[in-house]
Structures are given as C-alpha cells and as structure tokens.
C-alpha cells in the first residue's frame, strides 16, 4: 500500500507540475516537506545538493529518492512511473500527429503555465532561504552562490558552487555542526538509497554495485549498438541520460545529436516535439517519448517507451547506488559542515535559476509580473493547493495572451 501511495501522490504531481525541473522542486518541497512532512527541509535540500551533483533529470532523480526513502525499490519506481508517465503518454501521442501545440491556443496556454513556474519556484526559494540560511555566515554563502551561478553560464555551474558551498563551510568550521536531523524525517523509515532497494545485502555494497551497473551499461551498449534495432536505442538515449549534467534543456543537444544527426528525425519534426515538450506536465526528460516514437529504428509506442526507460536510467541508477554513500558521508562530523554549507549553496543555486530561466523566459510584461506575484501570495499566505495556483495564474496568464490589455 505504501507504495501505491506513492505512486498515487506522484501521478497528481506528474499531471499537474508545470514549469521545468526547478519548478518541480518547488512542487516537491510543497507536496513532502511543507504538506505531507515525509522529509523534513534540511533532509530534502539533502537530495538536492546530491541530485544536482549527479547526471541526469535532477528533479526525477529527487522524486525517484524520496520514494525510495517512503518505501523501498516499489517506492522508487512507483515515483519515477507516476511523474513521468503522463508526459510521457501525451509525448507518445504528439508523435502520432498531434499539433494543437503549434497554435496560438496552445502557445498561450504554454505562457500561462510559464507564469506558474515563477509562482512555484519562488515559494521554495523564500521558504528554503527562511529555513536553511538562518545566520549571517550562511545567507553570505547563498548570496554568493546566486552571484556565481548567474555570471557564469556553464553547464558546471551548479555542482561546482554547491561544492565549493561545503567546501567553504567546512575550511571555516571551528567544531561540527550538529545537525537537525539525519536528513530523513520519521515518516522516511530512515531507509536511503541502495539500503531501501536491498535491505539485507547491506546498503554500501549495493551502491558500489549499482554505480558499477552504470558504468557496465555504459560501456558495453556502444559494442551492442552495432547490431542496430532496439540495442541503437538504448545506446543512444542511454548515454544521452548518463552525460549530461542540469538535466532539462541542456539534454537537448545530446538528444538532437542522437535522433537528428543519425536520420531518425527531421530537424522540424525535433523542434515540434521539443515544443510541445514546453506545454506538458511532468520531466522534460520525457521528450524522449516523442522522439522513439516518431522515428529511428522502432518507430511509435515501443520505440517511444524503449527511449524513455533508457534516458532516465543512468540517472536512476546513479541517484540509488549514491545515496548510502552520501548518508554515510553526512553524519561525520567535518561533513555536517558541508552539508550546511551546500545546503545554503542549493539556495542561491535556485534563487539564480528562478531569475534565468523562469523569470526571464515567463514574465514578459507587467501583467505577466501581477499575475505570478498572485500566484505567490496564494502559496505563500493563503496556503492555497498548488493545483489551484496552477488553475489560476495558468488561465491569467493563457487569458493575458489571447487577449492583452
């Protein structure tokens, strides 16, 4: 049942969590830690840090790990199906020839839902900044990380100042901080990672087991993919997933090199699905549904469902095999003060990313602003439901664009 649970919580975030992976982290902190408390603030800037270090779809990787520590290997995957599958499903169904996004409704419901974003992603940052940078110390290290991560506009960013967060904290330290908790809350079962996946083989030996398991996988998919077929796309989207860091948009290119590059795809055929993409619910790792299904060697719903599994589980993998090794690492003492450290540095890194891309992309004039502003105060003050801030500031913002003052 707890795992049903889980898989039931994560299909109403999958249908309803617009805006991009640093939204979904607000929808996440707003659904787990602020609603539900499976974890509490420092547990899940915990994940984030570890998720933002690792290739692959951050905010799958931090859902995927949160039902993980709910409820074990079912958990886990009952997280990943019910977030992804349906923008998985609607990508599914773009490949068969669906093209209301290319309308003007559809481009101004994909502004409106860009408004959402901006309401979402700055709740969780003024919370997590409320409750993570409490001294003068660790509001410096956030202000400083939100400087970095906006003048420097690499791909590297954000691991290399989260680390560089800890790193500072720790050379500073003069005694561990101790910390509020363990990085898991009661309701967690104090389960992580590769332990919830394996309990009785002890969880430090699965996780060297499972990063293993990503580094086989990694090597021996390019000597099957000569044979073409099925073992051409779990090469493709596999290596796609396991190199790429930010997840998101910067997957773009890899998946364009892999899909339009090989003749699978057309360039328009890529850069439709890419905008539909913007205007679903859920990972936009889920792409990879459209573009299985619309070409290369399986084309429709196997090939799309063959690339979806593939791109997200390098990822996944990492994300399991990672988290007893970064338990372990945390409740040592020198370590308390990089995890405090890194926290602060998860806060600037999103307060960074709610100015570009959310803001610059979403609000592009005053109303847009007005409208967003609204949707923070419901979260913020009228502790509205953020499927009813989704209704709301979406239909403004659709309203705004059809038809503008």
Known sequence: MAALDVFLVFLRLGLTSFGGPVAHLGYFREAFVARRKWIDEAGYADLVALCQFLPGPASSQVGFALGLKRAGALGGLAAWLGFTAPSAALMIAVAYGADWFASPEGQAIAHGLKLVAVSIVAHAVFGMARNLCKDTFTRALALAALAVSLLVATVWVQPAVIFAGGLVAVLVARGPHPPASPGTSPASGGRNGAEALFPRSGGMGAGWALLALFFVLLISLP?????????????????????????????????????????????????????????????????????????????????????????????????AGALPLWEALKRRPRAMAFVRGANAAVVGVLAAALWDPVITSGVASPADAAIAAAGFALLQWAKAPAWLVVLVVGAGGAGATLLPL
């Not at 998946?255 to 859920?282: K, N, S």
């Open 223 to 319: 000597l099957l993919a000569a044979q073409g077929g099925v073992f051409a796309i779990m090469d493709s989207f596999y290596r796609a997933g396991a190199l790429v860091f930010g997840g998101g948009h910067v997957v773009l290119p890899l998946l364009e090199a892999e899909t339009v590059a090989r003749g699978w795809l057309t360039p328009d055929a890529f850069l439709a699905g890419y905008g539909a993409a913007q205007a679903l619910p859920g990972p936009l790792f889920a792409f990879a549904a459209y573009l299985g299904a619309a070409g290369g060697p399986m084309p429709g719903w196997t090939g799309g469902l063959l690339a979806l599994a593939f791109l997200f589980l390098p990822g996944l993998l990492l994300v």
